[in-house]
């Protein structure tokens, strides 16, 4: 389950986080955001009917997760509503033994090297640096260290500015925000635009 979502991650090392006020639809979001380049959605629990969200969309057969799960219940609900994978702001230790309970991957949050070592022992797929432009992306480098064979995720503050340094310095794939979903450009339905976007911060992903 692990290595497999860790593959997936560094084909498409990406992940579209949405929050907004108001999705008007979230399949055509998915599919807006794939035709972009980008595979991984997370929508969050600070999204309004989440749960509804993520259903349609996994009903269309988008990769869906949820994120900002911080209680076991949280997790249940996501999962239930098809999310294949969960993403948590900090350490969850409830929520990553419901995501092993239910086989699906998570991605705990961490910020310093103590914390990166607790996410490995619950066996986290990958651990998410939040914030990572609090440190920037020579940290990742640095954690690389210790951690040479930990999948690191660069979230917060990641734009299509500084993506791929983090990417070179050692993150496995970064989290997109407003950067590429923009409350309000999705509270307004206005895809083309979302897609726009997303092939904009994939093309500076790419090494150079």
């Known amino acids: 389950m692990a290595e497999a979502a860790r593959a997936a991650l560094a084909a498409s090392p990406v992940v579209a986080v949405v ?7 979230a399949a055509a979001l998915c599919a807006a955001l794939a035709e972009g380049g980008i595979t991984w959605t997370e929508f969050t629990f600070t999204t309004p009917d989440v749960t509804t969200h993520l259903h349609r969309a996994a009903q269309a057969g988008h990769r869906v997760g949820v994120g900002t799960v911080l209680t076991a219940d949280q997790a249940e609900q996501g999962l239930a509503a098809g ?53 920037g992306p020579g940290y990742f480098k640095d954690l690389r260290g210790p951690y040479p064979d930990v999948p690191l995720v660069a979230s917060g503050g990641v734009n299509a500015g500084n993506a791929a340094e983090f990417l070179a310095h050692g993150a496995l794939a970064v989290c997109a925000g407003t ?9 307004a339905g206005d895809w083309a635009e979302i897609t726009r976007r997303a092939r904009a911060f994939t093309e500076a992903c790419a090494p150079r």
Do not use: C, M, W, Y
């Open 19 to 25: 929050r907004a006020p108001r999705i008007p639809d």
């Open 83 to 135: 999310a294949s994978f969960l993403v948590t702001p900090g350490l969850r230790p409830e929520v990553a033994d419901v995501a092993h309970a239910a086989g699906v991957p998570v991605i705990l949050g961490a910020l310093t090297a103590t914390e990166v070592a607790q996410a490995v022992d619950l066996g986290a797929a990958a651990v998410k640096i939040f914030p990572a432009r609090a440190f």
């Open 179 to 187: 950067d590429v979903v923009p409350p309000e450009v999705v509270a």
